[in-house]
């Protein structure tokens, strides 16, 4: 009778345990899984979003609120270093444009300088030709009207004054060739240079019987894309140049090519001449520089190979020298204009 009056009263217990722990795990959940789960959200959005100005809720100042604190700390600390590095960037970024339009000015400047300078170069050697031919002409009919009231040294100081005016003519024409370069399109085109060398070769054939020289292709050249004309020039002033400076016995010329892996073939015009000192290697490239005396080796204005870099450079090439005083020289030269073999 007692138990079963007991057993309404156990049933009451258990459901009032049962509603106590509820709440207890609610309350805990409210207290621990809630700021957790809120803080993984958080960390999600930011990770999702990139968005570092985001911060996680603090609902306590217990050891949840101080891990909330870090890491909101953590975020802060991210969102300064980000906004340093945008404002580095657009500070950078600012430089270079600045920096670009600066050199886009200079090449601008410089490109308008050397047109300028091309122009006053043509336009200047082109006036001084016609008083020049004056001066000659007016010279060669003193001589040839009062040859009999002239003495041998008036007849010499004209004879001087008539070759000085042809030297100054050929230094001139020398000049224009070299101003028109800058001044004319290249014609660009399918060339073959095994055509362009046995042209050269053929024109300079008396000179090169004459002066004993042998000539040597070792194997056939390929063809290019570049100007024919400008090309024909880059050899022949390469070859006579060779011829020139030459007081070997058995004089040679090689004319060949080799591979080049990294870019295009290179070229060259190779001879067992005289040489050139190293410290004259730069020099050589220079308008109207002369390493020996005006008429020794057969003089010239010293501007060949000043226009035979103008022409490699004009077709985005280089060209440079390997040589050795008694030695022989070698120049050596690329062509990338068309970027590669046609």
Known sequence: HRDLHSFP????????????????????QRLISGPIVDLAGTARAVTERRDYSLRATKR????????????????????????????????LEERVRERTLELQQRNEDLNQ?????DDFAYIA??????PLRGIHNFSSFLLEDYAGKLDDEGRSKL??????????????????????????????????????????LDSL??????????????????AVRADRVRVGEIFHNL????????????????????????????????DNGIGIPEKHQEAVFRI???????????????AGLTIVKKIVERHHGRIWVESSAGAGTAFYFTLQEGDVRA
Do not use: C
């Open 9 to 28: 009263t156990r049933r009451s217990s258990d459901l009032a345990s049962g509603i106590v722990a509820l709440v207890l795990s609610s309350a805990l």
């Open 60 to 91: 306590s100042a217990d050891e949840l609120g101080a891990l909330v604190d870090a890491f909101n700390d953590m975020l802060d600390q991210i969102q300064r270093r980000d906004s340093e590095l945008q404002q580095a960037k657009e500070v």
């Open 113 to 117: 300088s050397n047109k300028e300078l």
């Open 125 to 130: 050697s082109h006036d001084l030709k016609e």
């Open 159 to 200: 004879e001087t004054l008539m070759r000085l005016t042809r030297r100054m003519e050929t230094l001139i024409d020398s000049l224009l060739q070299f101003s028109r370069l800058g001044r004319v399109d290249l014609a660009i085109d399918r060339v073959d240079l095994n055509e362009i060398v046995a042209e050269i």
């Open 205 to 222: 054939a008396i000179s090169l019987r004459e002066q004993k020289v042998d000539v040597r292709v070792p194997r056939p050249l390929p």
């Open 239 to 270: 070859i006579v140049n060779a011829m020139k400076y030459n007081d070997k016995t058995e004089k040679w010329i090689e004319v060949g090519w080799q591979e080049n892996p990294a870019g295009p073939p290179v070229f060259y015009v190779r």
């Open 288 to 302: 109207f520089k002369r390493l020996h005396g005006r008429d020794k080796f057969g003089g010239g204005t010293g």
